[in-house]
Nanobody
Framework: QVQLVESGGGLVQAGGSLRLSCTAS????????MGWFRQAPGKEREFVAQ????????LYADSVKGRFTISRDNAKNTMYLQMNSLKPEDTAVYYC??????????????WGQGTQVTVSS
């Protein structure tokens, strides 16, 4: 399995931006489609975005489309989530996962420990 570590979360005002990073170690990073998920308090974890192994194909949840951008740098074993125009409803713990196919994380797969994003109104 690949080991994943997220970073870049924090507190930001509505309308602001954050960039999350997910750094992988272990098996070859470029072998996996990867994705971001989030879980808000009292809610189930939900899909945010997915990127193909090469980075040539991406998929987004409707709630973040046009505001978030997923990308990856296979040379650095790192995936990113650029989040712009943040809203209070984006407040959640954000997780990276691999492998991710479509909107689903494969089982058993790998998950990071999560990074908190808080958007104040």
């Amino acid at each position: 399995q690949v080991q994943l570590v997220e970073s870049g979360g924090g507190l930001v005002q509505a309308g602001g931006s954050l960039r999350l990073s997910c750094t992988a170690s272990g098996r070859t990073f470029s072998n996996y489609g990867m994705g971001w998920f989030r879980q808000a308090p009292g809610k189930e974890r939900e899909f945010v975005a997915q990127i193909s192994r090469s980075g040539g194909s991406t998929l987004y949840a409707d709630s973040v489309k046009g505001r978030f951008t997923i990308s990856r740098d296979n040379a650095k074993n790192t995936m990113y989530l650029q989040m712009n125009s943040l809203k209070p409803e984006d407040t959640a713990v954000y997780y990276c996962a691999a492998p991710v196919v479509g909107r689903e994380a494969s089982y058993p797969g790998s998950w990071g420990q999560g990074t908190q994003v808080t958007v104040s109104s």
